[in-house]
Nanobody
């Protein structure tokens, strides 16, 4: 099993920045990639970004590319999501996930509890 704990959410004005963190514990050696998904009120959960755990390969959803940056500190088993130029439409619960590579939820076996990000206009 792998446990994921997110932190860093909050309330920010449009144009501002936030950094989310996700620390993994347990059988992390079984994880190939870690990613972020988000779910806005009334919408389905969607892919945000993903990063290989032991490498430097990443991928982003088109809606966040150029504004968000995903990174991995393997020594700390921690995944980060730096979010800049935030927009009200970025408001959602952000979930950390761990598993294999891809933009589909089915690729990820482990999920965190989620952290709320609210962007005011």
């Amino acid at each position: 099993q792998v446990q994921l704990v997110e932190s860093g959410g909050g309330l920010v004005q449009a144009g501002g920045s936030l950094r989310l963190s996700c620390t993994a514990s347990g059988r992390t050696f079984s994880v190939y990639a870690m990613g972020w998904f988000r779910q806005a009120p009334g919408k389905e959960r969607e892919f945000v970004a993903t990063h290989t755990r032991n490498g430097s390969t990443s991928a982003y959803a088109g809606s966040v590319r150029g504004r968000f940056s995903i990174s991995m500190d393997i020594a700390k088993n921690t995944l980060y999501l730096q979010m800049n130029s935030l927009k009200p439409e970025d408001t959602a619960i952000y979930y950390c996930a761990a598993g294999s590579w891809g933009a589909s939820e089915e690729k990820y076996d482990y999920w965190g509890q989620g952290t709320q990000v609210t962007v005011s206009s």
